[in-house]
Nanobody, 127 residues
Framework: VQLQASGGGLVQAGGSLRLSCAAS????????SAWFRQAPGKDRNFVAG????????YYADSVKGRFTVSRDNAKNMVYLQMNSLKPEDTAVYYC?????????????????????WGQGTLVTVSS
């Protein structure tokens, strides 16, 4: 199983980036997916998550209204559209997938509940 994140880079404050995550999972649609980020010297934190169908999305308060998570199960892809970027958004961004109970509500916010991880892509926002 492999997750490949891409799309990071250097952007000025107020700018936008779109991250992509390609998953080599035969049953990708059975997994919830999420984006986490880790700034230098800090813990890895939940940013956004999406249900198996893509209908329900969840966000950290710090990115709500600026970031949008989406997925394309036909292509085994997850995306994170990031708008109005701020210097405090600077971090390595990771995509992850988790197998949850069929009737579970929401997505896990705890990184240890995720089964597979991408390698991370660096986002740097300059002021």
């Amino acid at each position: 199983v492999q997750l490949q994140a891409s799309g990071g880079g250097l952007v000025q404050a107020g700018g936008s980036l779109r991250l992509s995550c390609a998953a080599s999972l035969r049953t990708f649609s059975n997994y919830v997916s999420a984006w986490f980020r880790q700034a230098p010297g800090k813990d890895r934190n939940f940013v956004a998550g999406i249900s198996r169908s893509g209908v329900n999305t969840y966000y950290a308060d710090s990115v709500k209204g600026r970031f949008t998570v989406s997925r394309d199960n036909a292509k085994n892809m997850v995306y994170l559209q990031m708008n109005s970027l701020k210097p405090e958004d600077t971090a390595v961004y990771y995509c992850a997938v988790a197998s949850v109970e069929p009737f579970a509500v929401g997505v896990p916010k705890n990184q240890y509940e995720y089964d597979y991880w991408g390698q991370g892509t660096l986002v740097t926002v300059s002021s």
